[in-house]
């Protein structure tokens, strides 16, 4: 008796006179393929065959409880297939695979990934539809891992470590419990990112450094940064956004490009400035009328502005000379302004030395 199978089967029986047939060619190719035989353990027939040279192992949808530790032997093995088994404890011995760069072992009911798998030199990962609450913070010494596949678990938080695998490509984080994501994950160098059926609110601003990224999912997660809507149309707005909200956060703190703190000169402005031109009609001169000691304001044009007084109108006053001295009535300009800042309003005080034939006008400003 095999004893392999769910069935009880006898050794002359047609399925187990097929699975020798399996193990004796597994032993010419290196190629085990066991898979939808509905195996509890490991076949005891296997010992009659030498199968230490076995390279890919394929014991997907099968009834195995536990990896078996005959496959902990094949020291050669590359690829590893436990997909669809109902497998919830892998053993240490696994270590012993020195060679493996690919294992699935999808759809089982692990809770718990064990840290010791994470010394295997694995490049693919597939750990999807199981139970897991967690992923080890040993996982950054899978320094050779281009993909990893954890998606349909119960995972409510991802290690830090997980931003040190810099050869990471492909990340599936698809329907689990994710509330949000570390900030070391968004300097990884990824192609496809999927974080779609999770209860992510906010996506971290440093996602828009991921400039290798092709393919993101965010979808069916209660985003409102950036919001639902936006995320609809795709990576490229996705990162638009993401940009614009990193300038208001370093404004907010102060933060300039490349982190200096310091204030950048402001531009000197290019404009001419037209502020002094002789035609600038908003050039105004400000004048003192002798004969009732109100002041009045008169722009370019010669139009009388009231400065002082309710009612009071007054025409702009030729010069007049008489016997060569200057009239009483002769008003001496003064044309205010400020040198510093334009658009500051410059406030002052005039004092009007009068003498009995010219008026002096003396601006005093006040800081």
Not at 95 to 124: E, G, H, M, W
Not at 270 to 285: E, G, H, Q, V, Y
């Amino acid at each position: 008796m095999a004893g392999t199978v769910g069935a009880t089967v006898g050794p002359q029986s047609p399925l187990n006179r097929n699975l020798e047939r399996l193990l004796e060619e597994a032993q010419i190719s290196g190629e085990l393929r066991v898979s939808s035989r509905r195996l509890r353990e490991f076949p005891k027939v296997a010992n009659k065959y030498n199968l230490n040279d076995t390279v890919y192992s394929d014991l997907s949808k099968n009834k195995l409880s536990e990896l078996p530790s005959e496959i902990t032997r094949f020291t050669a093995l590359e690829k590893l297939n436990l997909y669809h088994n109902v497998i919830r404890f892998i053993p240490d011995t696994v270590t012993f695979l020195q060679c493996l760069t690919y294992l699935d072992i999808s759809r089982n009911q692990l809770s718990v990934l064990p840290a010791y798998l994470c010394k295997l030199p694995l490049q693919v990962l597939l750990v999807s539809h199981n139970r897991l609450v967690s992923l080890p913070e040993e996982i950054n010494q899978l320094c050779q891992l281009i993909e990893l596949d954890a998606s349909c678990n119960q995972l409510s938080h991802l290690p830090i470590q997980l931003g040190d695998l810099q050869h990471l490509e492909a990340l599936n984080l698809r329907k689990n419990f994710l509330v949000e994501l570390p900030r070391e994950l968004m300097f990884l160098r990824l192609v496809t990112l999927d974080i779609s059926m999770n209860r992510i609110s906010a996506i971290p601003v440093e996602l828009r450094f991921m400039v290798s990224l092709v393919d993101l999912c965010v979808d069916h997660n209660p985003l409102t940064s950036p919001p639902t809507h936006l995320c609809t149309r795709g990576r490229i707005h996705i990162f638009k956004y993401l940009e614009i909200e990193a300038i208001k956060e370093d404004r907010k703190r102060g933060i300039l490009e490349g982190g200096d703190c310091r204030r950048l000169p402001r531009k000197p402005s290019t404009l001419p400035d037209s502020r002094f031109s002789a035609n600038d009609p908003r050039r105004k001169r400000y004048t003192i009328d002798n004969s009732n000691g109100f002041g009045s304001c008169v722009n370019s044009n010669s139009q009388p502005v009231v400065v002082d007084g309710p009612d009071m109108r007054w025409p702009q006053q030729n010069n007049q000379h008489n016997n060569g001295h200057v009239s009483s009535t002769e008003t001496t300009p003064l044309f205010i302004s400020n040198p510093v800042n334009h658009n500051q309003t410059v406030k002052g005080i005039f004092f009007y030395h009068i003498f009995p034939t010219v008026i002096f006008n003396y601006p005093l400003f006040l800081a």
